[in-house]
């Protein structure tokens, strides 16, 4: 299965971007790389995903580098209400799909 | 419905109890996943469906835990004769599609918390 490294925490001002980095080196071509958090113990919240080429929708952006072994989430005015966990996840292709989390980024926005 | 509905929120079990969680997932949605978060920032693959078949139980217990989806009926998670350690939070989550299509995102439960005693 393709691990993801994400940093334990960090910290964000508010109205600031948040520069979330994953590293995924061991990626299969095939595999997308999935964002999610978890608000408080709140059930985890799609964000968004890619699979090569840099995506951008309506809370945050994603930027894949170009040989695919890490990723940055990108949100561009943080504000208090985004800080969560983050989680960089590879897509399990080869067992069902199922999502491995690992153990995600607090981040946590400040005043 | 245009969440996934999870029941009940909170479970409180003695040991050697049976413990029964439901799931309602999104109209539409063909696949359902159940995820066990044990402690804070670590979940569990437990198993999933396409619709009422099993479509991974890789991470399900041996023992102790079954899990169906019926046609018409929300999805269970059944945990026979608890155990201190199954106490966590168990989510569900429905996704419309799998692989590489683009309506992959899984949309997660509020999760139902297991107590037990």
């Known amino acids: 299965d393709a691990k993801t490294t994400q940093p334990p925490s960090m910290d964000c001002a508010e109205g600031r971007a948040a520069n979330l980095p994953c590293n995924h080196s061991t990626i299969s071509g095939n595999e997308y790389v999935y964002w999610y958090r978890q608000i408080h113990s709140q059930g985890p919240q799609y964000i968004i995903h890619g699979l090569k080429n840099n995506e951008t929708n309506e809370m945050a952006s994603l930027i894949i580098t170009e040989d695919r072994k890490s990723s940055t989430l990108i949100l561009p005015h943080a504000t208090l209400r985004d800080t969560a966990v983050y989680y960089c996840i590879v897509r399990v292709l080869n067992s069902g799909y199922a999502l491995n989390f690992g153990k995600g980024t607090s981040l946590l926005v400040t005043p | 419905g245009e969440e996934v509905a999870q029941t009940p929120k909170h479970l409180v079990r003695g040991e050697g109890q049976k413990a029964k969680l439901y799931c309602a997932p999104i109209k539409g949605h063909s696949y359902v996943f159940w995820y066990q978060q044990v402690l804070k920032n670590e979940f569990k693959f437990l198993i999933s469906?396409?619709?009422?078949?099993?479509?991974?139980e890789t991470g399900m217990p041996k023992e102790r835990f079954s899990a169906k989806c019926l046609p018409n009926s929300p999805c269970s998670l059944e945990i026979q004769a608890t155990k201190l350690e199954d106490s966590a939070v168990y989510f569900c989550?429905?996704?419309?599609?799998?692989?590489?299509?683009?309506?992959?995102?899984?949309?997660f439960g509020q999760g139902t918390r297991l107590t037990v005693v």
């Open positions: 989550a429905s996704s419309q599609d799998v692989g590489a299509s683009p309506n992959t995102e899984a949309f």
């Open positions: 469906f396409q619709n009422e078949n099993v479509f991974d």
